[in-house]
């Protein structure tokens, strides 16, 4: 492991992800294996002036035995500390760090009705726990290699020199190396992304549509009032953090009931650790009435009847086929990379922040506007190296957004 | 590692230790490096017919970065998903089970007064709580090998080879091995500890007298009621188990107010990762008036001023100097494997139960019969191969209880 870029990576976390500010609580979410790695973020939140630190310990195999022999009442029951410490994380404002080590393959021979029905109540409480509190907390979520993750990437190397490979990679997609200056590079990065995002807000668009060889033809309304946001993110108190480390995306909100045609994936999707390929949908009004995958079928269906809205959109998000990560030709078998090399969409719940004036409205007014609620909020991978996009404008004119899958503005 | 072993070593501690019954609800605690033992542990408590097992994740490295800095004000706050936890545990009567595997210098370097203040209301309240549930629930410690421990006690081997031998150690000193029954040679071993106890309890002691070549001189009497346990413990609801893996002592409650001499501790004692050597007391109406050590008496001023009853022995244990841990002439930087291996005394909280008919009587009674009330509870050793204890019953009759080290009746 070198030192030097762990460092880096550490600082951007902590002090341009999370910006975590003194006095602010913080809490990291980590598995044990990278326990390590929570322990310096740990140390760097403390030295940014936090004032505590809490950490939630996330181990895969323990929810495994636990989805194996305990019933689905037992499981499902919201223990009184779970409930206690969610309300402790919304009362508190606590920031939020979590590092990104799942095993694409965690929970493939777990029962995955079993393994949805007895989360539903815990989603449904920390969601509204959260909503409360929403734009006034800054989060964090960023990857380290698991053994297992790392052997998923790069199946014929050995387990050490696959976690190796990852770091490496890792490094890469955030921008870290020895010789620059990580903050310098995120900064310009950032300018980009807010470009993008200035483009497509003068725009002022009423529909997208999607088209590429391989099926897709999607005509995609935004939600009214909506604005594309990408890079930084502002809470209502005034601190800007990055949700997402790497982040490549400029995103918005789709209108949840006006989503005509046909969709299909372009990644795997890992869902709870399950993995989904090759999905197809049919959207009419907003809604899927028609899917297949290739595999992970089940899962897939589950996910879909989370709750009444899990098969809506609430997300649209434009990457350009030509990034570091895709550039990698490497798939990750994580979102939080995979998302970021290619075009994607969301189903669930809607970021209500990227409505202009979202504190004003109340959920039903927001819901009347074409944003999502839901439970569930899960990117899935759209775009091709011939993906075209077509943007509408109010004005009622045609604006070519994307040409064979990059931003056409950027020629 | 070797599995058939750990398969048994894990039957003993959840089918005999713990002796977890169907329908009960399991809470683990435990290291995150060994998190492999625990979900090893885990399962087999299912398997057992547990309902639900929960895993409560230790981490020393956290806790010292907490300690380094994080503010006493706010160390010391009872988080509301703490209380929740612990008023979970025992509303529920869970079942614990602790894997032991500490580092005996993890806290070295922290500021004891801090640690010891920051500490002291979460105590009282756990106090408070498993209090009300005395004798209702079963409890089991048993240990693993850390990478830190093992080179503590194995100084000049590699780490690996340093846990393998400390394993090898473990399953000795806790009778298991491939070629016999373990669960038949706990039995035989436990028979042979309530033998002990039948020896001391038909005896009617009033007073002990401890005497050695170090220095020690003392005379303890026992508290009014006392009786003489080993082995196995059993619940009110008639479930018996074995609160520690392994052990070799039967012990009783000294009276608080009824200890006067000198006593010369005869192994080091690691408190909250301190370690504190050569300890010598003065006592006089069962209060410590004197005592020094040549390490770590800092640390053993803070203990015995945890509170007003933390300077008062709450426990006396014999176990005889011919007993394998001993014979291995090893000493293991843990109380659970060094107090096993000698006679030992503890400062602070008594265990009612070692009190005929305990609970008919009040807190006040109790104490009126010599139980101490602490929120400590502290082993520390003081067996040598020429300690003699003389008994003094209450018919005024003397008797040889400890000869050379030995109990004399074993002869």
Redesign the interface.
């Known amino acids: 492991m070198n030192n030097v870029l762990i460092e880096k990576y550490a600082n951007l976390i902590v002090n341009v992800g999370a910006n975590v500010q003194k006095g602010q609580i913080v809490d990291i979410s980590s598995s044990?294996e990278n326990?390590w790695l929570?322990?310096i973020i740990?140390?760097k939140c403390?030295?940014a002036g936090?004032?505590?630190?809490?950490?939630q310990?996330v181990?895969d195999?323990?929810s495994v035995?636990?989805y194996?022999?305990?019933?689905l009442d037992?499981l499902k029951e919201i223990?009184?500390?779970?409930?206690?410490?969610l309300?402790?994380l919304t009362d508190n404002k606590v920031v939020r760090i979590h590092i990104d080590d799942d095993d694409p393959n965690a929970f493939k021979d777990v029962d995955s009705e079993k393994m949805a029905e007895s989360s539903k109540d815990i989603s449904k409480l920390a969601k509204d726990l959260f909503d409360k509190i929403e734009g006034e907390y800054q989060w964090c979520i960023a990857a380290a290699p698991s053994k297992k993750w790392a052997k998923q990437v790069f199946p014929n190397d050995t387990e050490e020199e696959a976690v190796q490979k990852l770091w490496n990679m890792i490094f890469k997609m955030c921008r870290i190396d020895e010789a620059t200056d990580e903050l310098a590079l995120w900064k310009e990065h950032n300018d980009k992304l807010v470009n993008r995002c200035k483009f497509l807000n003068d725009l002022d668009l009423e529909y997208v549509q999607y088209k590429n060889s391989l099926g897709t033809n999607l005509k995609v309304y935004l939600a009214d009032g909506h604005i594309w946001q990408g890079g930084k993110n502002i809470t209502k108190q005034g601190i800007d953090y990055l949700p997402n480390i790497p982040t490549e995306e400029v995103f918005s909100t789709p209108h949840a009931y006006k989503v005509d045609g046909t969709l299909v994936s372009t990644f795997p999707l890992n869902y709870n650790g399950v993995l989904i390929k090759d999905m197809r949908f049919t959207f009419k009004d907003g809604k899927v009435i028609d899917f297949s995958a290739s595999e992970g079928q089940d899962t897939l269906k589950h996910m879909l009847n989370m709750d009444e809205n899990a098969n809506r959109l609430g997300e649209i998000a434009l990457v350009p086929y030509n990034n570091p990560i895709n550039n990698s030709k490497t798939l990750f078998y994580s979102t939080l990379f995979d998302e970021n090399a290619s075009c994607h969409f969301a189903f669930g719940e809607c970021y209500n922040d990227t409505i202009k004036n979202y504190e004003k409205y109340s959920k039903e007014e927001l819901n009347k506007k074409g944003c999502n609620n839901s439970i569930i909020h899960v990117d899935f991978m759209v775009g091709s190296s011939d993906l075209s996009i077509i943007g509408h404008t109010k004005k009622g004119e045609d604006v070519v957004i994307f040409e064979n899958g990059n931003f056409a503005f950027e020629k």
Chains 1, 2 share one sequence.
Request: glycine share 0%; no cysteine.
């Open positions: 044990l326990a929570a322990e740990m140390e403390y030295q936090a004032k505590f630190v809490s950490i310990w181990n195999k323990t035995i636990a194996k022999y305990a019933s037992v223990k009184p500390y779970t409930r206690a410490r309300e402790w």
